[in-house]
C-alpha cells in the first residue's frame, strides 16, 4: 500500500462550488504539505502543518484552506472553486529531525475548475 | 523571482550514455538541495540529495554535484536507460526553512 494516498484522484467541478482534496499518510510523520502544480512550472506551496494544532501559510495559500484532523490526516478546500485553480494538487510528508529534509508524496489529484 | 532554476526544459540521451541535468539558484541560504523524478499520473519521488557541506554524493547511477560558489548543482545519471525518462525536478531548501522550492523541471527522454 502506497505511504501517501490522496482521494479524489481527478475531479471535475463547475466555478463556485466547495471542494475537499483529502490526503492520508501511513509512514507516521508530522509534518504534511499541500502543493499546486501549473504546467511548465515548477511544484508551489499552499498550506504546511508540522502537527495537528499548527497550521501555516505557504506561498501561495488565498483561496484554500486547511484541516489537519489527526496526525495521519490533512485536508484542502476550495471554498469556492474559479477557474485558476485548476492545476495538479500534491500532498507531501516529512518526518522531524534536521537529518530528514526529504519530503514523500502521493499520487496527485487532477482538478478541474469550469 | 525564481530562486531554483532550471534552465533547459528538455533533454535527449542515448540509452547507455551520460545524462546531465543542470539547476542553478540565487539563494545563498540554501543549505540542502533535492532531486525529484516525476512520471506521468505519479507523484514526485525522492531521488537523491545533498548537503552545503559536500560537494558530491552518489547513489548507483545516480551523482549530484554541488559548486557553492557557483550556485550551481547538476544530476549525472550514468548509464541512462529508458526507464529514467521522466521529469525531474531540481528542490532547495534553507536550514530554517519550511519548504522545498522547486525549479520548473527538466524533462528526459531515453531513447534505445
Known amino acids: 500500500d502506497a505511504d501517501v494516498t490522496q482521494t479524489p484522484r481527478n475531479r471535475i467541478t463547475k466555478t463556485g462550488k466547495r471542494i475537499m482534496l483529502e490526503c492520508s499518510q501511513t509512514?507516521?510523520?508530522?509534518?504534511m504539505y499541500w502543493y499546486r502544480q501549473d504546467p511548465g512550472l515548477g511544484l508551489r506551496l499552499i498550506y504546511y502543518s508540522f502537527d495537528v494544532k499548527d497550521i501555516n501559510k505557504g506561498e501561495i495559500s488565498d483561496g484554500y484552506s486547511v484541516s489537519r484532523q489527526a496526525q495521519a490526516k490533512f485536508s484542502l478546500s476550495l471554498e469556492s472553486a474559479i477557474p485558476n485553480q485548476t492545476a495538479l494538487y500534491f500532498c507531501?510528508?516529512?518526518?522531524?529531525?534536521?537529518?530528514?529534509?526529504?519530503?514523500?508524496f502521493g499520487p496527485g489529484t487532477r482538478l478541474t475548475v469550469l | 523571482d525564481q530562486q531554483v532554476k532550471q534552465n533547459s526544459p528538455s533533454l535527449s540521451v542515448q540509452e547507455g550514455r551520460i545524462s546531465i541535468l543542470n539547476c542553478d539558484y540565487t539563494?545563498?541560504?540554501?543549505?540542502?538541495f533535492l532531486w525529484y523524478k516525476k512520471y506521468p499520473a505519479e507523484g514526485p519521488t525522492f531521488l537523491i540529495s545533498?548537503?552545503?557541506?559536500?560537494d558530491k554524493n552518489e547513489d548507483g547511477r545516480f551523482t549530484v554535484f554541488l559548486n557553492k560558489s557557483a550556485k550551481h548543482l547538476s544530476l549525472h545519471i550514468v548509464p541512462s536507460q529508458p526507464g529514467d525518462s521522466a521529469v525531474y525536478f531540481c528542490a532547495a531548501k534553507e536550514q530554517a526553512g519550511t519548504a522545498l522550492i522547486f525549479g520548473k523541471g527538466t524533462t528526459l527522454s531515453v531513447s534505445s
Open positions: 539563494n545563498s541560504m540554501f543549505d540542502y
Open positions: 509512514k507516521g510523520h508530522d509534518r
Open positions: 507531501a510528508t516529512r518526518g522531524g529531525g534536521r537529518l530528514t529534509d526529504t519530503q514523500y
Open positions: 545533498i548537503s552545503s557541506i559536500k
